[in-house]
Nanobody, 129 residues
């Protein structure tokens, strides 16, 4: 069973930065897409960002575009989420995800949680005013 281990969450003030990391326990895991979702209390799970593992193309939700940066380290099998200019609305539990099946995007979008086969346990990010 593949494990995704997230780290880097915490409590910060608005305007500050955090960097999340997500390491996969199985270095041989077939990976097409890695990404991040988040869920705030009382809200639905929300797509944040994704990266195509082979080519490195990145995708972002409109709410984080220009403030967050997703990146990868293929050698360490790790994905990162650099979060700058954080806002109280960014407060949520952040989940790392992996797509190991590579279904065409036209059939299932990046924003669809069902696309992803593995999910981490989540790391809490809290942004105070």
């Amino acid at each position: 069973q593949v494990q995704l281990v997230e780290s880097g969450g915490g409590l910060v003030q608005a305007g500050e930065s955090l960097k999340l990391s997500c390491a996969a326990s199985d270095s041989s895991l077939t990976t097409y897409i890695r990404g991040w979702f988040r869920q705030a209390p009382g809200k639905e799970r929300e797509f944040v960002a994704a990266i195509l593992w082979g080519g490195g193309t990145t995708y972002y939700s409109d709410s984080v575009k220009g403030r967050f940066t997703i990146s990868r380290d293929n050698d360490d099998n790790t994905v990162y989420l650099e979060m700058d200019r954080l806002k109280p609305d960014d407060t949520a539990k952040y989940y790392c995800v992996v797509d190991t099946t590579g279904r065409p995007l036209v059939k299932m979008t990046l924003q669809n949680p069902r696309r992803y086969d593995y999910w981490g346990q989540g790391t809490q990010v809290t942004v105070s005013t």
